[in-house]
C-alpha cells in the first residue's frame, strides 16, 4: 500500500465523525432525549479511555517484561512508564487548568447598579450566552480528546500499511471508521439545548478526525514508540475529564435510568466496532 493511498483511506477513516455531527443541529430534541444522547456519547468515551489506557499499558508493559528478560535497560523501562503517568496527568490535569482559565476568562460581569430598566433582562441573556459558549468548548474539548485518541489510532494504520500488512490496515480503516462515526454523537451529546453552527460542526469534527488522517501519514514514515505511548496516556487523561464534566452536567436533568441504559449502549457500541478489529487480526 503506498503513502498516497495510506493517506486517503486514513483520511476517510477519520472523516466518518461527521457522520453523527450534524445530529446537534437538531432543534426537535426534547430534554430526554438529549440525556439519552450525552450519556450515549458517555459510554462511547468511557470504552475509548478502556481502550486507550489498555494499549498504554501493553507498551509500558512490555518494556518491563523486556528489561526482565535482559532484552532492555532500566532506563527505557522507566522512560516509558513515565511517559504514560506524565501523559495522563497531562490530559487530566491539564484540560482541568485550561478549562478553569477559560471559564475564567469568559466570566460574566453583573449589572451596573442604576443601569437601564432592562439590565436583569440582559444580565440574564448574557447568562444565557456564557452558558452556550462554555457547552460549544466543553464539545471542542472533547473534540481534542477524541482527537488524541485517534491520532493513535492514525499511528497504527500507517505502520500496518508500511509494514506491508495490506489485510490488517484495511480492517483497521473499517473498525476505525465505525469508531469514528460513534464519536460524532459524543461531540454533540453534551451540547443540551445549544445549536451549533456548521462552521462550528465543521471544526469539531476536524479537530476529532482530522488526527487519524495525520496519524496514518506520521505512522507510514516513523515509527516511535514512545510517541504512540505518549497520545495514548494524553488521550485517556483527557477522555477521563470530559466523562467527568458531561457526567455532571446531566446529573441536573435527571432521567438516571434513561441515561444509565444509554451508557451502557454507548459502551456497547464502542466494543462491537472493536470487535471488528479484533476479528481481522488487528
Not at 426534547?30 to 481502550?51: E, I, K, N, Q
Amino acid at each position: 500500500m503506498s503513502f498516497t493511498e495510506t493517506a486517503l483511506l486514513g483520511a476517510l477513516a477519520g472523516f466518518t465523525i461527521y457522520l453523527g455531527l450534524p445530529v446537534g443541529r437538531l432543534q426537535t430534541l426534547g430534554p430526554r432525549t438529549r440525556v439519552a444522547l450525552a450519556m450515549f456519547s458517555v459510554g462511547v468515551l468511557v470504552f475509548l479511555l478502556v481502550d486507550v489506557l489498555a494499549h498504554g499499558f501493553e507498551i509500558s508493559e512490555e518494556a518491563v517484561a523486556e528489561y526482565k528478560a535482559g532484552d532492555a535497560s532500566f532506563a527505557h523501562a522507566a522512560w516509558l512508564t513515565l511517559v504514560l503517568l506524565g501523559g495522563f496527568g497531562l490530559g487530566s490535569a491539564g484540560l482541568g487548568i485550561l478549562e478553569r482559565r477559560l471559564r475564567t476568562r469568559g466570566a460574566v460581569a453583573p449589572p451596573i447598579a442604576g443601569g437601564a430598566v432592562d439590565a436583569p433582562a440582559a444580565a440574564e441573556q448574557q447568562m444565557l450566552d456564557a452558558a452556550g459558549a462554555q457547552a460549544l468548548r466543553t464539545g471542542l474539548i472533547i473534540a481534542g480528546a477524541i482527537g488524541l485518541h485517534n491520532f493513535a489510532e492514525g499511528l497504527a494504520i500507517g505502520v500496518s500499511a508500511q509494514a506491508g500488512e495490506i489485510g490488517l490496515a484495511t480492517v483497521l480503516i473499517v473498525g476505525f471508521a465505525l469508531h469514528n462515526a460513534t464519536e460524532g454523537f459524543g461531540i454533540v451529546g453534551p451540547l443540551g439545548n445549544v445549536r451549533p453552527s456548521w462552521r462550528w460542526l465543521a471544526l469539531a469534527g476536524l479537530i476529532g478526525g482530522g488526527p487519524t488522517f495525520l496519524g496514518s501519514m506520521i505512522g507510514y514514515s516513523v515509527s516511535s514508540e514512545p510517541l504512540e505511548l505518549a497520545f495514548y496516556a494524553i488521550a485517556g487523561g483527557s477522555i477521563l475529564y470530559v466523562i467527568g464534566e458531561i457526567w455532571q452536567g446531566m446529573r441536573r436533568y435527571g432521567h438516571r435510568e434513561l441515561g444509565l441504559i444509554l451508557l451502557s449502549c454507548g459502551f456497547a457500541a464502542g466494543v462491537m466496532t472493536d470487535l471488528i478489529v479484533v476479528y481481522g487480526g488487528g
